[in-house]
């Protein structure tokens, strides 16, 4: 019914979350029936959309809640029949002034397109985008190794750093991003290489956070491009990419990135440091496996798989 929302499901998963230390980033999306569908196109289906989002984050003020305003406005999937930029923009202006009305501090991102997407992302910044959000969030997909989208994620830091606003300061988020083990043939380890590889390359990149793409697998075709996304298989059982992930985790949890120790080539030498300043590097490369000298750790075989070196 127009005018009343129900929020039970969504109070009840962010206690879960936030019980198991996890943040919550809610995507703000789609149409509703009520209001023409599922693009936002009208004045009346925009102000609907506003008050229900400015509802929303007045529920969840003061939680460990992040919001993104659509998901892939850039697709007529997701914006159809067919994208519009300006459309898009003009809800993310009334949808961002309602939030912050309700709630100040709402942290807020945008717009969530698909693959960096340069033409529709230059049109919303033209547009105001940075006025408005807290970050400009990406979904990277790509059919190439992970390390290839630090030369876009440079090329979109410029275009941020030379529009954002005096008053605010945008960062870049990875929204969105995963490899389907499908994509190297059913090879889940070579999945799990680039699951690291990715969150790796996100933090050297400064990325603020990066949303893998999926948890569980959506299905149980091993030839399935859209089944074989997840940490774990249908069943719960976990795949590479969980101890992946676990084992990134273990080593790097309680330090912060502090430098590269090779030069812009094909081989990656990433050093993290704790509190006390003790050092460990996470080393690989994305060519053929050989050995390299890496400072104060002597000579080293790499592969595309990464290696911990002198972590914990």
Not at 125 to 151: C, F, M, Q, W
Not at 220 to 229: A, I, L, P, Q, S
């Amino acid at each position: 019914q127009k005018g009343r929302y129900d929020f039970h499901i969504f109070d009840r998963l962010l206690s879960q979350m936030e019980g198991q230390g996890v943040r919550v980033l809610f995507i703000l999306d789609y149409g509703n029936p009520l209001y023409g569908g599922k693009a936002v196109r009208t004045d009346e289906a925009r102000a609907a959309f506003s008050r229900f989002a400015a509802a929303a984050a007045a529920r969840y003020k003061g939680r460990s809640v992040g919001w993104e305003i659509w998901n892939e406005p850039n697709q007529e999937q997701f914006w159809p029949p067919r994208p519009d930029v300006y459309e898009y923009m003009k809800l993310v202006i009334d949808t961002a002034t309602a939030m912050r009305a309700a709630n100040p501090d709402a942290y807020i991102i945008a717009p969530g397109s698909a693959r960096i997407d340069f033409s529709f992302l230059e049109d919303c910044i033209r547009l105001g985008l940075l006025k408005y959000v807290n970050a400009v969030s990406v979904h990277p997909y790509r059919d190439a190794s992970p390390e290839t989208a630090l030369a876009d994620y440079a090329r979109l830091k410029v275009l941020i750093q030379k529009m954002q606003p005096s008053e605010r300061q945008v960062s870049l988020v990875v929204s969105e991003w995963g490899y389907s083990a499908a994509a190297f043939g059913g090879d889940e380890q070579a999945q799990a290489r680039y699951l690291s590889r990715m969150l790796l390359a996100n933090v050297y990149a400064g990325i603020d956070f990066t949303v893998w793409y999926d948890y569980r697998n959506d299905g149980t075709d091993g030839r399935n491009y859209e089944h074989n996304f997840g940490w774990v298989r249908q069943d719960g059982t976990g795949k590479p990419a969980l101890e992946a992930a676990q084992v990134l985790a273990r080593q790097l949890g309680g330090r912060r990135f502090s430098r590269r120790l090779f030069s812009l080539t094909e081989d990656f030498a990433l050093e993290f440091v704790d509190a006390k300043n003790n050092s460990c590097v996470v080393a690989w490369t994305t060519g053929d496996p050989h050995e390299a000298h890496i400072e104060n750790y002597g000579l080293v075989s790499l592969t595309q798989t990464p290696q911990y070196l002198k972590c914990r």
